[in-house]
């Protein structure tokens, strides 16, 4: 029997794929047991990017032990559910692909998704895609978008795959890295990773033009080695996105704008919601934090009492 450690790069629902990176030399994998009933409240135990310790003998490869994750992107998995699903694991950084129109871009589900990288030193970058499909159309809400994510202190990269802009400064910042994207369906995201590299290939999928809203396509968490480098892990498109392990009294810590003001409020701890002398919302009406992230924030806190 021999042992080692490696990285899950695809997950398939019990059984896994994994790769001892940097090298990429795939082999198949099953989950012991006893890991599978550790993680009651969470739908996968094992995610893709989870470094794992494994044995193999002439029967097949077994997961032995997960290791100790740096940081992991996770999700409620339904409005109403208290178990959890991890996205993915081991990230140096998440792109959060969204569009402006087709589908139209929901705030606060961005929101919930940043808030949820901060909550776990997760680094994120905004990817504004389809930009070739309404630039002409919506100069100024593009404009807009950028200054509401821009002064609260996430890049903001605009992409067009036909037109090719954005996907080199993309490719280049992947390099050496694990890259989560993530986002909702229909937002271009297996087209982004193709142009990235043109030799993958994740599944494409068109938008329902009755809806503007996308149709999953990716069913499964995988993750694929770019050839110019670096490593991308391609999640299923997400329609609902609940808040885990964040306490009501804590999420505004995870708006950065909101944590810079917070320091000059007259009571701590303060909800910036009612108190007098809050310089939170003083910042949101002197412009300095936008009326959408404080609305985003003032929902998380609604949809927190769900879960109580």
Same mark, same amino acid.
């Given at each position: 029997m021999r042992s080692g450690e490696a990285t899950v790069v695809k997950n398939a629902g019990s059984h896994y794929l994994l790769s001892e990176l940097p090298a990429w030399e795939l082999f198949p994998a099953v989950l012991r047991g006893k890991i599978r009933l550790k993680a009651s409240e969470i739908t996968n135990p094992v995610a893709v990017g989870d470094r794992v310790r494994y044995q193999a003998d002439d029967d097949g490869c077994v997961i032995s032990e997960i290791l100790p994750r740096r940081n992991y992107l996770i999700r409620r998995s339904t409005n109403l559910s208290r178990q959890a699903h991890i996205i993915a694991a081991n990230i140096d950084r998440a792109y959060v692909i969204v569009s402006l129109y087709f589908p139209e871009v929901k705030l606060p589900f961005l929101d919930r998704i940043l808030v949820t990288c901060e909550l776990y030193g997760i680094p994120a970058t905004i990817v504004l895609s389809k930009?070739?499909?309404? =630039?002409?159309? !919506?100069?100024?809400?593009?404009? *807009?978008? =950028?200054?509401?994510?821009?002064? !609260? /202190?996430?890049?903001?990269? $605009?992409?067009?795959?036909? /037109?090719?802009? /954005?996907? $080199?400064? +993309? =490719?280049?910042?992947?390099?050496? =890295?694990?890259?989560?994207?993530?986002?909702? %369906?229909?937002?271009?995201? %297996?087209?982004? +990773?193709?142009?990235?590299?043109? %030799?993958?290939?994740?599944?494409?999928? !068109?938008?329902?033009?009755? *809806?503007?809203q996308g149709r999953h396509t990716t069913s499964l968490y995988e993750m694929y080695p770019l050839a110019s480098g670096g490593f991308v892990i391609d999640s299923p498109g997400i329609r609902g996105f609940g808040l885990v392990d964040v306490q009501k009294e804590e999420i505004a810590r995870y708006f950065p704008e909101m944590l810079r003001e917070a320091d000059g409020c007259r009571f701590i701890p303060c909800t910036h919601t009612h108190e007098p002398g809050c310089a939170v919302k003083d910042a949101v009406d002197r412009g300095l934090i936008s009326p959408e992230r404080y609305n985003s924030y003032l929902g998380m806190l609604e949809e927190d009492k769900k879960f109580r």
């Open positions: 930009t070739d499909m309404y =630039r002409g159309l !919506a100069p100024e809400e593009i404009a *807009h978008f =950028r200054s509401i994510y821009e002064a !609260a /202190g996430y890049p903001v990269i $605009e992409t067009s795959v036909p /037109g090719g802009e /954005g996907i $080199e400064e +993309i =490719r280049e910042a992947c390099k050496g =890295r694990v890259n989560l994207f993530s986002g909702e %369906s229909g937002v271009g995201k %297996s087209s982004l +990773i193709k142009a990235l590299d043109p %030799s993958l290939d994740p599944k494409i999928g !068109a938008i329902s033009t009755a *809806h503007l």
